[in-house]
T-cell receptor, first 115, second 109 residues
Framework: NAGVTQTPKFQVLKTGQSMTLQCAQD?????MYWYRQDPGMGLRLIYY???????DKGEVPNGYNVSRLNKREFSLRLESAAPSQTSVYFC??????????????FGPGTRLTVL | GQSLEQPSEVTAVEGAIVQINCTYQ??????LSWYQQHDGGAPTFLSY????GLEETGRFSSFLSRSDSYGYLLLQELQMKDSASYFC??????????FGAGTRLFVKA
């Protein structure tokens, strides 16, 4: 049981390049999330997927797109990377998001630098 | 706007007790969670309070007062491995969780 996995672990991009961050979970969870964490700050929600086939914007969605490919996989795409998107990106999943006692499980993160 | 306030740093001695406070101002409140994050690692869930009072899980306890928009995480019998960042987080409803900026705990021998 790997939990939540993310690829790649590290990535360096040049301004304007595009890339997709991959996330997969093997816990049969319904809900999945993408967060970014900047130095000295907490996590901020970029997008979430309540269930397979649905996605919604979080707190900081500008510059990103997502795809919930199936129940297991939730990808985050940067179409034209900017230095302001340099951050650590965490994917998370939960059994049934939106419930009062729902717990989120986080992946190991992707450290992205945009030059 | 929505905000969570917690101290940026706390230092304590091994074996001691430390309390990390969190005050929040959010539109909507389902519950208050606490997460631990070691340097370079992922956040891991510690505890959750939906109702007022104290929840205990081993060496860790968490308290919530909804009328005061306040909670705290209490760590007892501190160990060196407890050195990490601790985040409070409010689930505001739906699928959205707001995180505080984190408290960095240093445990000294």
């Amino acid at each position: 049981n790997a939990g939540v996995t993310q690829t790649p672990k590290f990535q360096v991009l040049k301004t304007g390049q595009s890339m997709t961050l991959q996330c997969a979970q093997d816990m049969n969870h319904n809900s999945m999330y993408w967060y970014r964490q900047d130095p000295g700050m907490g996590l901020r929600l970029i997008y979430y997927s309540a269930s397979e086939g649905t996605t919604d914007k979080g707190e900081v969605p500008n510059g990103y797109n997502v795809s919930r490919l199936n129940k297991r996989e939730f990808s985050l795409r940067l179409e034209s990377a900017a230095p302001s998107q340099t951050s650590v990106y965490f994917c998370a999943s939960s059994q049934r998001g939106g419930q009062r006692t729902d717990t989120q499980y986080f992946g190991p993160g992707t450290r992205l630098t945009v030059l | 706007g929505q905000s969570l306030e917690q101290p940026s740093e706390v230092t304590a001695v091994e074996g001691a007790i430390v309390q990390i406070n969190c005050t929040y101002q959010t539109s909507g409140f389902y519950g208050l969670s606490w997460y631990q994050q070691h340097d370079g690692g992922a956040p891991t869930f510690l505890s959750y309070n939906a109702l007022d009072g104290l929840e205990e899980t081993g060496r860790f306890s968490s308290f919530l007062s909804r009328s005061d928009s306040y909670g705290y995480l209490l760590l007892q019998e501190l160990q060196m491995k407890d050195s990490a960042s601790y985040f409070c987080a409010v689930t505001t409803g739906g699928f959205k969780t707001i995180f505080g900026a984190g408290t960095r705990l240093f445990v000294k021998a």
